[in-house]
């Protein structure tokens, strides 16, 4: 796998392409980059193993963002948005105390009890 085609892809299944990017780097720190991303230019194994990019980079554009995920050495970009607040609000009183349930599941579950 190389890892700047697997970001153009990544991008370009969310509308958007490397021109969209602000900065690259970590939660810390960013890290110099030219605009065509050359230095994502690196050839990986992306199957089961062990994870080769480094866990913590990340690639950020206006309101959204790329992070690293990774499961037993598969690794991939997982794309992120900022989150818009809903206009609708509701009155739940409960946020835990079921499994694997919604805010609306556990509270239905009040309601009929």
């Given at each position: 796998m190389?890892?700047?085609?697997?970001?153009?892809?990544v991008?370009?299944e969310?509308?958007k392409?490397?021109?969209?990017i602000?900065?690259?780097?970590?939660?810390?720190?960013?890290?110099?980059?030219?605009?065509?991303l050359?230095?994502?230019?690196?050839d990986?194994?992306d199957?089961?193993?062990?994870a080769r990019?480094a866990?913590?980079?990340m690639?950020?554009?206006?309101?959204f963002?790329?992070?690293r995920?990774?499961y037993?050495?598969?690794e991939?970009?997982?794309?992120?948005?900022?989150?818009?607040?809903?206009?609708e609000?509701?009155?739940?009183?409960?946020?835990?105390?079921g499994?694997?349930?919604?805010?609306?599941e556990?509270?239905?579950?009040?309601?009929?009890?």
């Amino acid at each position: 796998m190389n890892l700047k085609e697997e970001t153009i892809e990544v991008l370009k299944e969310n509308n958007k392409n490397i021109s969209d990017i602000k900065w690259i780097g970590n939660k810390r720190f960013t890290i110099p980059h030219d605009e065509d991303l050359s230095i994502l230019d690196v050839d990986y194994d992306d199957g089961f193993g062990s994870a080769r990019i480094a866990e913590d980079l990340m690639l950020v554009g206006d309101g959204f963002w790329l992070e690293r995920h990774e499961y037993d050495g598969s690794e991939w970009w997982e794309y992120k948005e900022l989150v818009k607040k809903p206009e609708e609000e509701r009155e739940y009183t409960k946020v835990a105390g079921g499994m694997w349930n919604s805010l609306e599941e556990l509270n239905e579950k009040e309601e009929m009890e």
